[in-house]
Structures are given as structure tokens and as C-alpha cells.
């Protein structure tokens, strides 16, 4: 009896045990529910929160965008992301799709002037690149926008290309720039003849500058980048129709590697030394005044171009011209010297194109690595007989007889004793138009050039049908002899440099002008377009083509310029 009582109470408290415990975890789950749900309520209300705050937020940059863009664009808003797409345009003007023709036309932005667009991409590395451009036409396709090489290289990074470029277009107006401070990326921009009008010449080519941008200027077959550092009255300006002051700062940092296309420049009789690599050239300058040119012309005096190097067996070539060419080379230059070992030069009485300015000089390494020095020297001219040269008597009672050998006038007395001599001592040259007369060991060392008749020491010939005869290739496509492509690149080649009888600019020769009143005034195809521009008339006002300023003044004016 006692046993089944004990059991049942036993029972009783184990199952009391259980309920407790069922409660108390009933309790605890509940409690847990409660807690999540108020966490989860909470979590709700702060997402809430957020996604309010950052609507509110985005508003207030819509606003204040718009607020910008309404400022910026003079009351005109107007602002696409488009595709980029590269083609080949000068300058900075963009081509947009038909659709903008048509936004920009409802809003009137075409009442308004010239227009401005500021270009913007998102880099990967966080940074934004900004840049502004005017606009070409309205023919992209929906979706894209054409850019310059101008524009493409101030937005994009060719180190770090972007699968799909975005460009953000955004309408915007630009004042008038006043003022703007450019900076080359290395020495040898300020040589160039008239480099602001090099620069005049380029920036009509643009409707706008921005900080920071890169614009790049060629002259023949060189190129500069010039690196935008300040600009006035805003960090962004028009440059249509305006005038600028341009100031031009050397570079702060000169590469390691200096440029070929550097002018050192040359005092009259300080030798400068130099070391030139094989197949490249090392650049000087020196200039003359009028006073020396008259004494070169009136035979007093001679200018003297030298280069003595080591006597090895490496060799150098000596290119000398007169700006603007620039960088004489073996294509291109007015004077040369192809001598084995050192050279000079001689510019005397008889050189036509002698004229007073600046001159440059090339050092080309023709043959291993050269150490030379070069000097640039004024040296009177010496008169009377040569050195080594025979006096002639001036007396006239003397009778000579022609040497059958030698072809000189012998005293008649003396010419058998002569003849014999001569003939056993004495060759003369059998190649035609040569005739020089050469002691008898001398004789194996005179060849002539089979191809020029050019007379030649052996040493030389390998130098001379290398320099002289080897075909070389023109830009415009044309191969030609030595000889021959310096008279075509001077003369005849359309990518020679002349001087715009209008913009004063060296520009590329081109082609015959299109027009044919063009072509007989002697204008080449960049004359003809340039020339086309119209300017005031200083006596009347009247808009008139800078080609026809003369006609009209000698037609309307009686004036003849």
C-alpha cells in the first residue's frame, strides 16, 4: 500500500516537474517571439526612416541639381547620358543625336548663342574627369555621341579603358576667356617660329577651354602637348569670338630622356660637345645678324659650320637649314656634309640662301655611338692665292706650250724635260668631265661613283651609295634618291611647311586649291579655305574675304596694297 503511494506521488511530481518546465519554455519562447517581432518591428520603422531620408535627401539633390542646371544652362535644362563613340574631328566639337536638336530647339537654347556642353565620365578609380566642348551637328545616332580625339583623350585614360563609355552631357553657359596660361610637356615648344600664331590657329579650331585639359599642337611631323594651368574669368571660358592673352610657362619637370626635338642653342665660337646614338639626331641653333650677312655677301667674311669627332670608327652626318625648317635631316635640309670623320662647312658669298635669322643644325649618327663637338665660327676670308696654289706670271712675252699630259701651259724652253716627267709621275682621270691629274700612287685611291660620276676616295664610296643612292620614302607616298627628295620635299610635297599668307601660320602645303581663281593666285588648299574668312574693312567696314581684301581695295578704294 505504502509502495503504490509512494509511486503515484512520485508520479504526480514528476508530471507536475514536466508542466513547469513546459510553461517555462513556453514562457521563454514566447518572450523570444516578442522580442524578434519587436526587433523586426523596429528594423521595419529604421528602413522606413532611411528610405524617407534618402528620398528627401535625393530630392533635395534633384533640386538642387536642377537648381544648377537651371543656373549653369541660363534657364535651360537639358542633360543626357549618351554612349561615346570616337571619330576623326579637330578641335572640340561633338556631334549629337537628332532628339537633343529637338529638346534644345523647344527650350530656345538657340536664341541664346553658341552652344556649350560640360562633359563628365565617372572613372573607376572614384575620380571624375570634366571637360566642356562646343557642338558640330545634330547626326549621331539615338543613343551615342561623337567625340574629337580632343575631347576623347581629356575624358578617357588610355591606361585605363572603359568597356562601355558613358559620357553625362549637360547644357551649360560659358563667358568669354580673357585669359589663359598653358604649359608644354617638354622643352622646344618656344622654338618653333610663331608659336602664339601656331596657337591662334589651333584654338579656332575650339569653342571652349577647361582647366586641366590637354591640347595638342603640331608642326609637320613634330607634336606638342600643351597642359591648360589657369584660366580667366572661370575655370571653364568661350574662346569664339574673343580675345585672349596666352601666356606660355616652361615645363616644370624635363624627362630623364631628353626629346630629339630640342634646340640647344650655339654661340659663335664656343664649341658645345655632344654624344649622338646611332640612327638619331642631336639639334642646335645659331643665329645671324644683318651686319654678318653683309660681310658674307660683300666676301669679307664666311660662316663656318664644324664637327670634329674621335677617329674611330663610328661616323656622324651634318644637316644645316634656315627656320622654319626646324629639324634638318637627311629628307630635309638646305646644307650637308657627308665626310668620313669630322666636317665642315663653309656658307660664303655664293650661298643664295643666306639670309639674317635663326638656323638650325643636325648631328646625325650614322654609324655607331659618336663623341663630337660642334662650333658655329665667323672667319674672315683670305684673299690672294690659294694655299699651294701656283703664281702665275703676268708677264705675257713668255712662250708656253699645253703639256699633252698634264694639259697646263709649260715655258716652251722646259717642256720636253716636263713631259718626261710628268708622264712618268703624273695620271690624268679618263672619266668623263673629270680630267683631275693625280700622282701615280694617288691614282688607286680615285674612283667615281658608277650611278653620279661623283669622284671618291674608296673609304667613302660605301658611305656615299648608302647616303646618295639608297631609295627613301616620302609621307606623301613618293620614293626618291637623296638629291631628288630634297628638291621634292622643298618644292613639290604636299606635307611641306609654308607659311599661311593669312594666318600667318606654318601649315602642311596640301593640295592645289578647289577654286580656280584659287589655284592661279598660287594658293595652296589650306590658303584657300583660311583665306575664305571674312574681316572689316578698314575703309569702309564692309565684311569682306581676306583672299579678296586686295581686289575689293584696289576696286571699291583705288588703293593698291
Not at 658674307?296 to 674611330?312: H, N, R
Not at 670608327?313 to 634638318?328: C, E, G, N, Q
Not at 710628268?422 to 674612283?447: F, Q, Y
Request: proline share 4%; net charge negative; with cysteine.
Amino acid at each position: 500500500m505504502d509502495f503504490e503511494l509512494r509511486s503515484a506521488r512520485e508520479k504526480l511530481e514528476r508530471e507536475q516537474r514536466e508542466r513547469k518546465e513546459r510553461a517555462k519554455r513556453k514562457l521563454e519562447r514566447e518572450k523570444k517571439a516578442k522580442d524578434a517581432a519587436i526587433k523586426q518591428r523596429e528594423a521595419i520603422e529604421a528602413s522606413q526612416r532611411a528610405r524617407r531620408l534618402d528620398a528627401i535627401e535625393a530630392q533635395t539633390k534633384a533640386d538642387q541639381h536642377m537648381q544648377e542646371s537651371l543656373i549653369a544652362g541660363g534657364g535651360i535644362v537639358f542633360e543626357r547620358v549618351l554612349q561615346a563613340v570616337p571619330f576623326q574631328g579637330i578641335g572640340d566639337k561633338i556631334k549629337l543625336p537628332p532628339s537633343c536638336f529637338t529638346e534644345l530647339s523647344d527650350q530656345g537654347a538657340f536664341d541664346k548663342g553658341p552652344l556649350y556642353f560640360e562633359l563628365s565620365v565617372d572613372c573607376r578609380d572614384n575620380n571624375k574627369k570634366t571637360t566642356h566642348s562646343g557642338v558640330l551637328e545634330f547626326t549621331a545616332e539615338d543613343g551615342t555621341v561623337g567625340l574629337p580625339p580632343h575631347v576623347w583623350s581629356n575624358l578617357f585614360s588610355a591606361d585605363n579603358p572603359m568597356d562601355v563609355p558613358l559620357v553625362q552631357i549637360r547644357y551649360v553657359r560659358l563667358p568669354k576667356g580673357s585669359y589663359a596660361k598653358l604649359q608644354p610637356d617638354n622643352l622646344g615648344f618656344s622654338d618653333l617660329p610663331n608659336h602664339k600664331a601656331i596657337l591662334e590657329t589651333i584654338l579656332r579650331q575650339h569653342a571652349t577651354l577647361s582647366m586641366d585639359d590637354v591640347l595638342s599642337v603640331s608642326y609637320g611631323r613634330v607634336s606638342y602637348k600643351l597642359q591648360v594651368l589657369e584660366l580667366k574669368p572661370a575655370s571653364s571660358i568661350s574662346v569664339l569670338e574673343t580675345d585672349i592673352e596666352v601666356d606660355i610657362v616652361s615645363p616644370e619637370i624635363v624627362s630623364d630622356q631628353p626629346s630629339q626635338h630640342v634646340l640647344r642653342p650655339l654661340q659663335f665660337g664656343k664649341p658645345e660637345s655632344g654624344t649622338v646614338e646611332e640612327g638619331r639626331y642631336d639639334y642646335y641653333k645659331f643665329t645671324i645678324d644683318d651686319s654678318t650677312v653683309e660681310k658674307v655677301v660683300a666676301g669679307s667674311v664666311k660662316v663656318i659650320v664644324k664637327i670634329d669627332v674621335e677617329k674611330d670608327r663610328a661616323d656622324t652626318d651634318l644637316y644645316v637649314s634656315k627656320h622654319p625648317i626646324l629639324f634638318p635631316s637627311l629628307n630635309q635640309h638646305e646644307w650637308s656634309s657627308h665626310d668620313v670623320g669630322s666636317k665642315t662647312l663653309i656658307l660664303g658669298s655664293k650661298e643664295r640662301g643666306l639670309t639674317s635669322g635663326t638656323y638650325s643644325i643636325g648631328v646625325y649618327g650614322f654609324k655607331g655611338t659618336v663623341e663630337y663637338k660642334v662650333s658655329v665660327l665667323v672667319q674672315e676670308s683670305s684673299g690672294g692665292a690659294k694655299i699651294g696654289e701656283r703664281a702665275v706670271s703676268s708677264s705675257s712675252d713668255v712662250d708656253t706650250v699645253e703639256c699633252r699630259n698634264c694639259k697646263h701651259s709649260i715655258p716652251s724652253r722646259s717642256i720636253a724635260l716636263h713631259e718626261v716627267y710628268c708622264s712618268r709621275h703624273n695620271v690624268v682621270c679618263n672619266h668623263p668631265g673629270c680630267g683631275i691629274v693625280l700622282r701615280v700612287e694617288e691614282s688607286k685611291n680615285h674612283l667615281h661613283c658608277e650611278k653620279c660620276g661623283q669622284a671618291l676616295q674608296p673609304i667613302e664610296m660605301e658611305k656615299h651609295l648608302k647616303v646618295f643612292h639608297e631609295p627613301l620614302s616620302c609621307g606623301c607616298g613618293v620614293v626618291l634618291e637623296k638629291v631628288q627628295m630634297v628638291q621634292h620635299q622643298a618644292r613639290d610635297c604636299p606635307l611641306r611647311l609654308i607659311a599661311c599668307r593669312f594666318c600667318g601660320d606654318m601649315v602642311e602645303a596640301g593640295n592645289a586649291a578647289v577654286d580656280a581663281r584659287d589655284r592661279m593666285r598660287g594658293m595652296s588648299e589650306h590658303e584657300s579655305t583660311c583665306g575664305s574668312r571674312t574681316a572689316p574693312c578698314d575703309s569702309c567696314g564692309r565684311s569682306v574675304m581676306l583672299k579678296d581684301m586686295d581686289i575689293h581695295q584696289i576696286a571699291v578704294h583705288g588703293k593698291s596694297s
